[in-house]
């Protein structure tokens, strides 16, 4: 039993391997509560490899406080451009989906920038849906854009997808506890991670409108076709956006109809 010491409990996240074990110490001490009792099952399932989101119940996503649920994909800060560059293109009163919505935050960051806006989501696991649902998300179950109204066919402005795109063989090569703990289901994306890129490319022109616009998260490898997909599917002004590194993180393109 650690009890309610920080110093003891940062030193049992230090020695897992938590880099940040101070403020981790704070959050899980937090999250307690003032109970050592559950404190010490935080800490017992954070050195374990848990992710610290799924037990301190959020995470910041673009200054924004979302709720994670435990078994959700966690959303990760890379994401945050997609989320940023997909509010700034939400007209005013304009229609947003997001797709593979997960916890819903990119779609909880769209209706705060643009509150006039409709936000739409879709998502396939229950759980999800339901974590979702409790950060304000309109989501709709199912598979990619299978359940979305067919009202909103060609009346989407903004589309944007966080699938999974980590190729089947790489997956082994994830962290540890990405492995052990978070849902396979958010990351395989097949033999070369492309099956969901190009699968939302395709049926996302059922529903944008001409000159709407969709944003898709990749691997560093996926740029080049991924562009191909998209120019091929009748999108103009491809923009791939690279992360603090340099690498291909998303990309960017607006669909211009024949």
Aim: proline share 7%.
């Amino acid at each position: 039993m650690r009890g309610l010491d920080r110093v003891s409990v940062t030193q049992s996240l230090a020695e897992a391997g938590c880099i940040a074990a101070g403020d981790e110490a704070d959050a899980l001490i937090r999250a307690a509560a003032c109970d050592a009792d559950v404190l010490d099952d935080l800490v017992t399932r954070r050195t374990n490899g848990e992710p610290i989101e799924w037990l301190t119940g959020s995470v910041m996503f673009c200054d924004l406080n979302v709720f994670v649920a435990p078994g959700v994909y966690v959303p990760r800060r890379q994401t945050e451009p997609l989320a940023r560059r997909a509010a700034m293109l939400l007209p005013p009163a304009g229609v947003a989906v997001d797709l593979c919505t997960g916890t819903g935050a990119i779609a909880v960051v769209l209706a705060a920038a643009v509150p006039t806006a409709r936000v739409l989501a879709t998502e396939l696991d229950d759980t999800a849906v339901r974590c979702a649902r409790r950060n304000g998300v309109e989501v709709f179950e199912g598979f990619l854009d299978d359940p979305l109204p067919r009202a909103f066919e060609h009346g989407v402005d903004v589309m944007t997808a966080v699938v999974p795109y980590v190729p089947t063989g790489s997956i082994r090569l994830l962290p540890r506890d990405v492995q052990a703990f978070e849902p396979r289901l958010a990351l395989d994306g097949g033999a070369d991670g492309m099956d969901l890129l190009s699968e939302v490319v395709r049926r996302s022109t059922r529903w944008l409108c001409p000159g709407g616009w969709l944003l898709l998260e990749l691997g560093g490898d996926q740029a080049d076709p991924a562009g191909r997909v998209l120019r091929d599917s009748g999108f103009e002004g491809v923009d791939v956006m690279a992360d603090d590194d340099g690498r291909p993180r998303a990309i960017c393109a607006s669909f211009v109809p024949a």
